[in-house]
């Protein structure tokens, strides 16, 4: 099964992602600049195309292109995964995950969430400053829950909690199609 990876990453949590699955699945990989320069008979020659971006408030970036051209590739295997700094398993990530694909995208494609983490050495200024603040206000606000302050205090600092073993129902998914008989 052919296939190619598409990014797009600020800081580099997503694009380790892209390569970790590209290397698993021997697959091409591209920065979404790059696949916007490509003509659509580009990606007639692949069997399935995956998407990765990171979490802005709750979205997940630059997805307009993919999901722009998804249902001109209804017959590839598409998946999509979305890298965030929420920890897995939380209401947040549920409802970004619920809200990323309509009912007919969800038919055919598949949403999958890879824990990222938080790097502001590397974050454009005015990110920095948006998070920052995200983390302040979380702390500080008025009648703030425990939860809330272990939240601001999380988000207010460097993590890495990207970790391999979240491309694997990425992957699983891919290698269905390409194994169908098992
Ligand atoms: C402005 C801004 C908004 C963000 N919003 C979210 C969010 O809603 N949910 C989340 O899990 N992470 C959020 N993040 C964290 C990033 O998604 C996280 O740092 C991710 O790992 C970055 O991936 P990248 O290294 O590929 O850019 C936000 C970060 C920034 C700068």
Redesign the pocket.
Known sequence: MKTVVIY????????RYAEWIAKRMNADILDLKEAKKKPDSFFDGYDAIVYGG??????V?KCGWFLGKVSAWQGKRLAIFA????PDGTP??AA?MKQLLTDEQRKYIKAFYCQ????YD??SFP??M??KM?AGSLKNKKNATAKDKEMGEF?AQNHDL?DIRFIEPVVAYLEEKKNPAS
């Open positions: 797009t990453s600020q800081t580099g949590f997503t694009k990171w979490c802005m408030a709750g979205k970036a890298v965030g700094c929420s947040e990530v970004a990222g983490g938080i790097n590397r974050m990110y920095r948006a998070m995200f988000i990207a």
